[in-house]
């Protein structure tokens, strides 16, 4: 089962100053006409709270789930997609702890878990929370080092559940953290880093009980990790430029997955970074850039079959620089820049996306209000 799954740098200090909804688009019925291009959807106003979606997983188009944050308040943010509108879900927080939600895993309309970090002045650690169709609730989770976060979440089924993230550990090094559920309690579970440091996982997939994929970044670049069954064990990752950071993995398949960063050659701008697994080794695949942009970063993807994925993030161009929405299709053959919508006159950026089918799409991310505020953001496409 895959789930989604986006970037945060650090789960237990999620982005500050996020707010409101697209302009014209409050609470309410559903406003996206079927028509195959991607368009905004209504959102709740959240009472004027700044807030931000940060990872998006769902069963089918009537029910889907967005999470992140109340970037104000510091608490979790979850809402829910019925088929009609967007409606905010109570969830519980950690109390006395500043907390955020970075992935989403929708098992069934009655099991989903969300993942996070909390941070408080007694310490912080990794957040896991569940839906059994009635309402959230904290579940326990085991935390290590300082700073622990989960960053997204994935599983095969309700006692296998994977989620990733990063800890520091006692020299005050970034180490890969990875945390599994059997359906009675999560646990750690050993995985490798480079020994340079600076190891986060930021996204997951689960194909089978023996075969995960995990993918981050180090000091060294692009971190790619395997799990067999027995044990996780790091894949050769291309790195192409200087430096390479992998947010997004989604699988189609055992033998055709995809995933999708950024690569930069130093003294030069960042390209997207779109590679894939065809079951012997990763390969880089070109995908498009957008002509003039300083910036060019894919933070998501979701893979359908082998001729139809999507990946989403942001390009950054202009002066003042800003930041605008991206979305790459594949169609088996190459990948193609689709267009998007923006918000905000300081841009805005795509964070996630989940496909209810091939022609029932669904994204998240956020745009900037001005320099203090940011607003979350939902799009569509469906034919």
Request: net charge negative; charged share 15%; aromatic share 10%.
């Amino acid at each position: 089962m895959k789930a989604h799954r986006t970037l945060i740098v650090m789960c237990a200090t999620l982005m500050a100053g996020f707010v409101g909804v697209p302009p014209g688009l409050g609470a309410g019925k559903e406003a996206t006409m079927c028509n195959g291009t991607w368009q905004f959807q209504q959102l709740p106003t959240n009472r004027g709270f700044a807030s931000v979606f940060s990872g998006i997983s769902g069963t089918g188009s009537a029910d889907v789930w967005a999470v992140g944050a109340f970037a104000t308040l510091h608490v979790p943010l979850i809402e829910h997609w019925d088929g009609t509108r967007w409606r905010n879900v109570k969830v519980p927080a950690p109390s006395g702890a500043e907390s955020g939600l970075g992935g989403v895993l929708a098992l069934a309309p009655d099991d989903a878990w969300a993942v996070g970090g909390y941070s408080s002045a007694e310490g912080s650690g990794p957040l896991a929370e569940h839906w059994d169709g009635t309402r959230w609730r904290i579940i326990p989770s085991p935390s290590k080092g300082t700073g622990a976060g989960l960053m997204a979440v994935s599983g095969t089924s309700s006692v296998d559940v994977w989620a990733v993230g990063t800890y520091r550990d006692r020299n005050n090094v970034a180490q890969t953290l990875i945390e599994h559920w059997d359906g009675s309690r999560w646990r750690i579970v050993a995985s490798p880093g480079s020994p340079s440091g600076g190891n986060v996982l930021y996204d997951v997939v689960a194909i089978s009980t023996e075969d995960v994929w995990a993918v981050g970044s180090s000091i060294e670049g692009a971190l790619i990790e395997h799990w067999d069954g027995t044990a996780w064990k790091i894949v050769q990752s291309p790195n192409p430029g200087d430096f390479n950071e992998l947010f997004g993995v989604d699988a189609a398949s055992a033998t055709d997955i995809w995933a999708v960063g950024y690569q930069q050659v130093l003294g030069s701008s960042e390209q997207v970074l779109t590679i894939h697994w065809d079951a012997s080794s990763w390969s880089v695949i070109s995908a498009q850039n957008v002509p003039g942009s300083t910036t060019n970063n894919l933070r998501s993807v979701w893979a359908i079959s082998s001729s139809d994925a999507w990946a989403v993030g942001f390009d950054v161009q202009g002066s003042p620089a800003a930041a605008f929405t991206l979305a790459e299709h594949w169609d088996g053959t190459s990948w193609t820049i689709v267009p998007t919508p923006d918000l905000g006159t300081l841009g805005s950026r795509l964070t996630g996306v989940w496909a209810a089918s091939s022609t029932d799409l669904f994204a998240v991310g956020w745009a900037l209000k001005d320099q203090s505020r940011q607003r979350p953001l939902a799009m569509r496409n469906c034919a």
